[in-house]
């Protein structure tokens, strides 16, 4: 059947999409491998925030009778601006991104250092919310001191297990951006590893989104 | 793609940016405002959700650019994302199972 199908017809045959001849996804191999790991990452995150939201609703009254899980954060003052500083990140990275696929160094190299910037100011943040909270007598396994007995035990442990491990990211990417600051200022990152680093950075704003909602707001 | 190249040259893209962190700025401030609106308790969350998720995918299709990847690698990624949705609700039933139990 082959032997007599003319050459340019068998050519495209084995050159089609999905046949081995050319990248089905018209991206990059790593920038590929990092939207895969994300989607792992997504699916892990999705399963923290439904064994909490499963916690709370069986629980019913939730953190205790009579309180709201606002009562224990700073929502307006701290939390709400953490926020604010996250998606300046997000957009800061989003502008490095842009700089580095037109080439402009020196833009991606400033703009890379004020994700760096806004990614400390989170986590200084994050640090004096956990502070406050484990002084209010929040641990890991339960409340103690006064409260103790009158708040859900998992309130705290969801708590300090989900905004933990989104921390973990924060740092995680903070180090990585960092690292990738210094390839840049140095003319050694190209603009494929820049737009991959910034997939991650924002992988973390978005996992945030959820995080900022479903713990502090409802 | 040929398109998408280009207005990354011209600096479309620098627009899109600020217009995506508007709006995300917006809709965190709504979130905030839900909260103190006093409004029924299933509204906050229905409109909280609703709010997380045209944030989710603002920041997905802007600012990480999958609205401008090939259909194959956003549905890739958008399709096993019906997961998430099924493991909750599964969930659900069964955490509602008890908390009306206990009523």
Not at chain 1, 97 to 103: K, L, N, T
Not at chain 2, 35 to 56: E, Q, S
Not at chain 2, 64 to 87: D, G, K, Q, S, W
């Amino acid at each position: 059947m082959s032997d007599a199908m003319p050459v340019r017809e068998q050519h495209r045959t084995t050159a089609s999409a999905w046949g081995g001849g050319e990248s089905p996804f018209a991206v990059p191999w790593a920038k590929l491998m990092m939207w895969l790991f994300l989607l792992s990452d997504a699916f892990t995150f999705a399963a923290l925030l439904t064994g909490y939201a499963a916690m709370r609703i069986t629980a019913g009254v939730w953190p205790g009778a009579g309180m709201k899980a606002a009562d224990f954060f700073h929502v307006t003052t701290v939390v709400g601006p953490m926020t604010f500083i996250l998606i300046c990140s997000s957009a800061t990275m989003a502008v490095a991104v842009g700089a580095a696929r037109r080439g402009d160094h020196r833009t991606t190299v400033r703009f890379l250092a004020l994700t760096v910037l806004g990614g400390l100011a989170f986590l200084g943040m994050q640090a004096y919310e956990w502070t406050g909270f484990i002084r209010e007598g929040a641990r890991l396994t339960g409340f103690v001191g006064e409260l103790g007995g009158k708040i859900q035990p998992m309130f705290p442990a969801t708590f300090f297990v989900i905004t933990g491990f989104h921390g973990g990211h924060v740092t995680s990417g903070v180090i990585y951006l960092l690292v990738k600051t210094i390839q840049a200022s140095r003319g050694r990152a190209s603009a494929e590893s820049v737009e991959i680093t910034g997939l991650y950075w924002h992988f973390v704003d978005l996992v945030w989104v959820f995080i900022f909602t479903l713990l502090y707001l409802i | 793609m040929a398109e998408h190249h280009e207005n990354v040259r011209g600096g479309a893209w620098y627009r899109t940016y600020v217009v995506t962190w508007f709006w995300l700025l917006v809709i965190t401030g709504l979130e905030i405002a839900t909260v103190f609106l006093g409004l029924p308790r299933l509204a906050v969350i229905l409109l909280l959700v609703t709010l997380a998720l045209m944030k989710a995918a603002l920041i997905a299709a802007y600012f990480m650019h999958l609205r401008h990847e090939r259909l194959n690698l956003i549905f890739t990624i958008a399709a096993p994302l019906i997961l998430i949705v099924i493991l909750f609700l599964g969930v659900a039933r069964d955490a509602l199972n008890v908390f009306f139990l206990r009523q």
